[in-house]
T-cell receptor, first 109, second 115 residues
Framework: GEDVEQSLFLSVREGDSSVINCTYT??????LYWYKQEPGAGLQLLTY?????DMKQDQRLTVLLNKKDKHLSLRIADTQTGDSAIYFC?????????FGKGTSLLVTP | NAGVTQTPKFQVLKTGQSMTLQCAQD?????MSWYRQDPGMGLRLIHY???????DQGEVPNGYNVSRSTTEDFPLRLLSAAPSQTSVYFC??????????????FGPGTRLTVL
């Protein structure tokens, strides 16, 4: 499948902002998603951005898309311990999604 | 709505055994997919279906079969289990024409160990 790259780990202090970055290769993706996976659980949709947008804000979440560079980022403001999870970048590709390997976010008190 | 359900939650097999992982959704979604998740590998697409009677291969289809006789069900069959198939398997579904594009709804997963 198409390549989706993410850094594997990120550690932040509670209250700080977290930024998770993603690069992808499939320029035909129409929607780009961020999924969250808590330990032992399935994946839940966190937020998404349409490919003709460059920014989307949703409460504490900000998604930035640089389509020219095929770069997507997720910023979590005022990060809480409950935000500790694995975050997956997933551009759409035909009838399924291409997932990155996931970024494990650890939030320390 | 129950959403996407998967059974069993856990399974241990011996090499060479066969089994079927069940997946069902009650949202009338056209699209269904199977992914496997391995440590450090993210999720990889095994097979997918765009509607009843239509299936296609994903990135890692070898050793797995699927069929889609109804909209609701999308079972995944392991024909002759191998240790390399030890993984967590996720089923997902999505609706054509959703306002969120291709948003996929995931089941809770089946953790499979092949000895």
């Amino acid at each position: 499948g198409e390549d989706v790259e993410q850094s594997l780990f990120l550690s932040v202090r509670e209250g700080d902002s977290s930024v998770i970055n993603c690069t992808y290769t499939d320029s035909s993706s129409t929607y780009l998603y961020w999924y969250k996976q808590e330990p032992g659980a399935g994946l839940q949709l966190l937020t998404y951005i349409f490919s003709n947008m460059d920014m989307k804000q949703d409460q504490r979440l900000t998604v930035l898309l640089n389509k020219k560079d095929k770069h997507l980022s997720l910023r979590i403001a005022d990060t809480q311990t409950g935000d500790s999870a694995i975050y997956f970048c997933a551009p759409d590709s035909g009838y399924a999604l291409n997932f990155g390997k996931g970024t494990s976010l650890l939030v320390t008190p | 709505n129950a959403g996407v359900t998967q059974t069993p939650k856990f399974q241990v097999l011996k090499t060479g055994q066969s089994m079927t992982l069940q997946c069902a959704q009650d949202m009338n979604h056209e699209y269904m997919s199977w992914y496997r998740q391995d440590p450090g590998m993210g999720l990889r697409l095994i097979h997918y279906s765009v509607g009843a009677g239509i299936t296609d291969q994903g990135e890692v289809p070898n050793g797995y079969n699927v069929s889609r006789s109804t909209t609701e069900d999308f079972p995944l069959r392991l024909l002759s289990a191998a240790p390399s198939q030890t993984s967590v398997y996720f089923c997902a579904s999505s609706k054509r024409g959703s306002r969120v594009g291709f948003e996929q709804f995931f089941g809770p997963g089946t953790r499979l160990t092949v000895l």
